[in-house]
């Protein structure tokens, strides 16, 4: 069965760096694209990041310049740099890798920005 994993949440002091990874596992055939979401304590999913097959990246405004998002094709997992963060970056942050089609989605890792 394939499924979405992260990996790599948890508690930073602010101006403090995390990397999460996310792998999609369960197939050998690899996702084409990777999208990273975050949702903070009551407000909406919002979306952070994405890399395409070709290696592409977006970011949100919010993020940019911060974040870094990248891929492992022969692992099949993806990751996401994040460096100078804040108590706004506080949130659970969920993969999305898209595989032949189909859209596979993670169970959340929470990454807490405190001192």
């Known amino acids: 069965q394939v499924s979405v994993e992260e990996s790599g949440g948890g508690l930073v002091q602010p101006g403090g760096s995390l990397r999460l990874s996310c792998v999609l596992s369960g197939t050998v055939v690899r996702f084409s694209n990777m999208d990273w979401y975050r949702q903070a304590p009551g407000k909406q999913r919002e979306w952070v990041a994405s890399i395409e097959s070709d290696y592409a990246t977006t970011y949100a405004d919010s993020v940019k310049g911060r974040f870094t998002i990248s891929r492992d094709n022969a692992e099949n997992r993806g990751y996401l740099q994040m460096t100078s963060l804040t108590s706004e970056d506080t949130a659970v942050y969920y993969c999305?890798?898209?595989?032949?089609?189909?859209?596979?989605w993670g169970k959340g890792a929470l990454v807490t920005v405190s001192s």
């Open positions: 999305h890798a898209v595989r032949m089609g189909k859209d596979y």
